[in-house]
């Protein structure tokens, strides 16, 4: 079974430019995740989906920071503009089910994106 | 802001040797507890979760402790080995409104085995 696909692996940009990362999910997924993880740092939520539905984004940025989740399957996260402080990696992790869903909300993590702003 | 405090922040630890990570956690609302590991480069991992209706989950190498009346919960590593080496990540979900729950984690333990 392919994993959770991520790209790109690295980007590196100047602040107030915009970024996007792409991320698909395991085949069959119907919930993604986008993960914010600083470094020395948890990953934090950032946005939830259930199917292309927004399920939790309480803790996106929104005047700077979108996501979208098109056909419910793959999905991409945008920066615009960036600033120093969004140097992280961000991970997209999807599971079968949503969390609480027992047997079904294991949630399977990509590589992430490390993304560097200067 | 709920939130999980995981200590060590790190770890060595001989080969053979036991792991022991510790997590506490305030909101007695938390009803799933797992723990993840990452390696450098690599996405979090599930290892092994529990659920408050048990006190001891063990698989493996890897045993969670659980105390509910304390609100703590510990990952034991038995017989380390250097390939245990990674990052761990305890977490914690609660219903966060609505029927939608998610996922808080501590803020890592770099274990490091020593051959």
């Known amino acids: 079974e392919a994993g959770v696909a991520q790209s790109p692996r690295y980007k590196i940009i100047e602040k107030r430019q915009s970024v996007a990362f792409w991320c698909n999910p395991i085949s069959g997924h119907a919930t993604l995740y986008w993960y914010q993880q600083i470094l020395g740092q948890g990953p934090k939520l950032l946005i939830q989906f259930q199917n292309n539905g927004v399920v939790d984004d309480s803790q996106l940025p929104k005047d700077r920071f979108s996501a979208e989740r098109l056909k419910g399957v793959d999905s991409t996260l945008k920066i615009q503009p960036a600033k120093l402080e969004d140097s992280a990696v961000y991970l997209c992790a999807s599971s079968y089910g949503p969390l609480g869903v027992i047997g079904a909300d294991t949630q399977y993590f990509g590589p992430g994106t490390r993304l560097t702003v200067l | 802001q709920q939130q999980v405090k995981q200590s060590p922040q790190s770890l060595i630890v001989q080969k053979g040797g036991i792991s022991i990570i510790n997590c506490a956690y305030e909101?007695?609302?938390?009803?799933?507890f797992p723990w993840y590991q990452q390696f450098p480069g690599k996405g979090p991992a599930l290892l092994i979760a529990i659920r408050p209706d048990v006190s001891e989950k063990k698989e493996g190498r890897f045993t969670i402790s659980f105390n509910k009346s304390a609100k703590q919960f510990s990952l034991h590593i038995m017989d380390s080995q250097p390939g245990d080496s990674a990052t761990y990540f305890c977490?914690?979900?609660?219903?966060?409104?609505?029927?939608?729950?998610?996922?808080?984690f501590g803020k890592g333990t770099l274990l490091t085995v020593n051959p």
């Open positions: 909101n007695t609302a938390f009803d799933y």
């Open positions: 977490a914690a979900t609660s219903n966060s409104g609505g029927s939608n729950y998610k996922l808080t």
